[in-house]
């Protein structure tokens, strides 16, 4: 990332903040190089608010492991490959969830003629599909 104008980068709410926690002399030292580093550094830790903002350590014998968790509305602008992603993921889902019901469909009625011919009950005289007699050899 390059380095913004000199007048900007101290105008930037992230550097303000940043920059009011500290003395006088030391907010001064600080060059436009510096400043903008500090800027990118910063900027991977902005979370914003959240309603559900949860964060804590686990102590595991030797081992100590953080989690996070974050949730609230999605005010980021989308972007087109962010959009196009999300409506290949709902054609997905959407294949997914009529190959599966299809399949349930085809195993429900299978299940039915299995027990109608199981009860001896004909809905057409003189016709069968042979999945009965396949079966009972099974």
Do not use: C
């Amino acid at each position: 990332m390059t380095a913004a104008p000199s007048d900007d980068i101290r105008k930037d709410p992230a550097i303000q903040k940043l920059l009011e926690r500290m003395p006088s002399e030391v907010q001064q030292s600080f060059t436009e190089a510096q400043l903008s580093y500090l800027r990118v550094a910063l900027g991977a830790r902005q979370w914003g608010k959240h309603k559900l903002d949860l964060r804590g350590t686990l102590g595991l014998g030797s081992w100590r492991y953080y989690y996070v968790l974050v949730a609230g509305r999605n005010i980021r602008g989308s972007q087109r490959s962010e959009h196009l992603s999300h409506k290949t993921g709902l054609l997905v889902k959407a294949v997914l969830v009529s190959v599966l019901l299809i399949i349930s469909i085809v195993l429900g009625l299978l299940l039915l003629y299995l027990l109608k011919s199981a009860l001896g009950i004909d809905l057409f005289a003189d016709f069968s599909l042979g999945i009965w007699g396949w079966f009972k050899e099974l």
